[in-house]
């Protein structure tokens, strides 16, 4: 499974922004998915996931309340809404799909939150 993220750019503080994260090759094989970022000097952090059904999420305390995943299998793309954007969302966000025997990454979109 192939994975291409977009929507990532700059932004004020308090602003929003959505990324999009679209899945080619064998995405019915796709069990979970999920957003992750990485800012300079930092591990990388899980900030969402959703099953492949969509039914049920979990988010990064940091985010909770203020971004939303979802996904739409008939176009097999996962996004992430975010609003109320902080300088401390700066980050490089990566999408990451798995199944039962393999794990994928996007290349990553820069998201950057001006104060």
């Known amino acids: 499974v192939q994975l291409v993220e977009s929507g990532g750019g700059l932004v004020q503080a308090g602003g929003s922004l959505r990324l999009s994260c679209a899945a080619s090759g064998s995405t019915f094989s796709i069990n979970a998915m999920g957003w992750y970022r990485q800012a300079p000097g930092k591990q990388r952090e899980l900030v969402a996931a959703?099953?492949?059904?969509?039914?049920?999420?979990n988010y990064a305390d940091s985010v909770k309340g203020r971004f939303t995943i979802s996904r739409d299998n008939a176009k097999n793309t996962m996004y992430l809404q975010m609003n109320s954007l902080k300088p401390e969302d700066t980050a490089v966000y990566y999408c990451?799909?798995?199944?039962?025997?393999?794990?994928?990454w996007g290349q990553g979109t820069q998201v950057t939150v001006s104060s």
């Open positions: 990451r799909a798995y199944g039962s025997s393999w794990i994928s």
């Open positions: 959703i099953t492949s059904g969509g039914g049920s999420t």
